[in-house]
């Protein structure tokens, strides 16, 4: 594969691909679950370049490459392995390695719209009270966690992130302090509503000697006891939840819970601007995606022309 590289330099010349591979990812700037995704876009690559015996790839062998993917990767996948090769070709060129194939090229065309539904009022408060009729360690934990996902659209990361020292007081309310999705610190935060609040306290009477330091939410089972969850097990409690209510449905999932709540705050009047402030959109194009869904359900022209013909 070093063909890959047109030799510029001694010093490039001297180094292989895996090095300079190595040397990109070194380079930039990113969380190390980044480097690992990049790391991993990049070698399928670099594989798809040797099992067609392509030594010195043309723009078209990326575009060749992007549109393999569409077989067995999401859209979303692909549009994150075109911006992976496009900035290791981008810094390829800008070390005097190799020119600039993957600049302009276009990712996979993404749908702007949830993947997963949203609970209705009903249903979430069929979700809760499945779960609220566990009384056991287990099932006040469940319950006080899917209390507060659909109240505030917590992510399943920031659940497990959570500290008991992160309940603070904020002007007159009780706030849970979070470390939100790409966030080092724990700077933003959720006000707790009562039953919320409520649900969590009663929890946490079963850990009496419980530190300030220790996990808001710890494990319950044999080899989990007491350590902090994981978004895995999180994941796992909302789905059990929306199964024992009725509610088995591959586009309900723990991530439905955030879309539960930004949706019935902005039907019980909210504002748009509140709601990104609720789950913390950086663009407020993101939130306009649960108006727009709102505004079509309230849409009732098909009544209104059944009603015409029948």
Do not use: C
Request: charged residues 25%; positive net charge; proline residues 2%.
């Amino acid at each position: 594969m070093n063909e890959l590289i047109q030799v510029q330099s001694h010093e490039v010349q001297a180094q292989t691909l895996g090095v300079l591979y190595d040397r990109f990812l070194a380079y930039i700037d990113v969380k190390p679950r980044t480097v690992e995704t990049y790391r991993k876009a990049i070698k399928q690559f670099i594989t798809y370049l040797q099992d067609n015996g392509i030594s010195q790839p043309e723009r078209e062998d990326v575009i060749n490459w992007r549109d393999s993917l569409r077989d067995n990767h999401k859209p979303t996948t692909i549009q994150t392995y075109i911006t992976a090769v496009k900035l290791f070709f981008s810094w390829l060129e800008q070390e005097g390695a190799y020119k600039n194939i993957a600049n302009k090229i276009k990712g996979a065309k993404i749908q702007h719209g949830h993947k997963k539904d949203y609970l209705t009022t009903d249903q979430s408060h069929k979700v809760l009270q499945a779960v609220k009729k566990r009384i056991d360690t287990k099932g006040l934990r469940d319950y006080a966690i899917i209390a507060l996902m659909i109240t505030t659209g917590l992510r399943t990361i920031e659940v497990v992130r959570a500290n008991l020292e992160d309940i603070k007081t904020v002007g007159d309310s009780v706030a849970l302090f979070i470390q939100g999705k790409g966030r080092d610190e724990k700077s933003e935060y959720v006000k707790l509503a009562p039953q919320v609040e409520e649900a969590i306290r009663e929890y946490l009477k079963t850990r009496p000697n419980a530190k300030d330091t220790e996990p808001l939410f710890t494990g319950t089972s044999n080899n989990g006891a007491g350590m902090r969850m994981t978004t895995r097990s999180i994941s796992g409690i909302v789905k059990d939840a929306l199964k024992g209510a009725g509610y088995n449905s591959e586009r309900l999932t723990a991530h439905s819970l955030r879309h539960t709540a930004g949706t019935l705050a902005l039907m019980n009047g909210a504002e748009l601007t509140q709601v990104q402030q609720l789950l913390r959109h950086t663009n407020i194009n993101t939130t306009m995606i649960y108006l727009h869904g709102i505004d079509r359900a309230k849409n009732n022209s098909e009544l209104k022309v059944a009603n015409a013909i029948f």
